[in-house]
């Protein structure tokens, strides 16, 4: 974690609230790709995003390391995803009509390779991709070993390579 971002967020466990802005402001593009990539539309990934910052912002007096704050974003951001999912009763493909390529920054063909993955798998790709963690962090976060991690990442890209036919 960079020196300025390990201290925001050791001021933010502090009560600075401009610290925690700061924080936002650095991770919600990621947060945002993140969300987009397993929820599929826009309104819940823009939801998920808002409540985690809201929950995690309540919630972060209660983190002892510092350096773990990341994983303790996008892991509160990959529960959230997961119960509005869960909400709308849907695990399975989704015809999305709120998100555009713009917003995810993936071409459409790419976008259409990451719907077809299930979302364990899109969820590490996207927390390897989006928020930069290795696959021995992604395996804490996911409670699963970090060979498992690299097998389904593997697979994962090995299926987009045969959607996108690279």
């Given at each position: 974690?960079?020196?300025?971002?390990?201290?925001f967020?050791?001021?933010?466990?502090?009560?600075?609230?401009?610290?925690y802005?700061?924080?936002?402001?650095a991770y919600?593009?990621d947060?945002?790709?993140?969300?987009?990539?397993?929820?599929?539309?826009?309104?819940?990934?823009?939801?998920?995003v808002?409540?985690?910052?809201?929950?995690?912002?309540?919630?972060?007096a209660?983190i002892?390391?510092?350096?773990?704050f990341?994983?303790?974003?996008?892991?509160?951001l990959?529960n959230?995803?997961?119960?509005h999912?869960?909400?709308?009763?849907d695990?399975s493909?989704?015809?999305?009509?709120g998100?555009?390529?713009?917003?995810?920054?993936?071409?459409?063909p790419?976008?259409?390779?990451l719907?077809k993955?299930?979302?364990?798998?899109?969820?590490?790709?996207m927390l390897?991709v989006?928020?930069?963690?290795?696959?021995?962090?992604?395996?804490?976060?996911l409670?699963?070993?970090?060979?498992?991690?690299?097998?389904k990442?593997k697979r994962?890209?090995?299926?987009?390579?045969?959607?996108?036919?690279?």
């Open positions: 974690m960079k020196t300025d971002l390990r201290n967020v050791i001021s933010a466990i502090n009560g600075d609230k401009d610290a802005g700061a924080l936002y402001e919600a593009t947060m945002y790709r993140f969300a987009l990539s397993i929820c599929k539309n826009s309104y819940d990934a823009q939801d998920a808002q409540e985690t910052a809201l929950s995690v912002y309540k919630s972060i209660s002892k390391n510092p350096e773990k990341k994983s303790y974003l996008f892991l509160s990959s959230t995803c997961k119960k999912l869960s909400q709308r009763n695990y493909e989704f015809e999305d009509t998100y555009t390529d713009s917003e995810i920054e993936f071409s459409l790419v976008r259409e390779a719907d993955l299930d979302i364990t798998s899109r969820e590490i790709l390897s989006a928020g930069g963690f290795k696959s021995r962090e992604i395996g804490k976060m409670k699963i070993p970090a060979a498992t991690v690299r097998t990442q994962a890209l090995e299926k987009m390579r045969e959607e996108l036919e690279l």
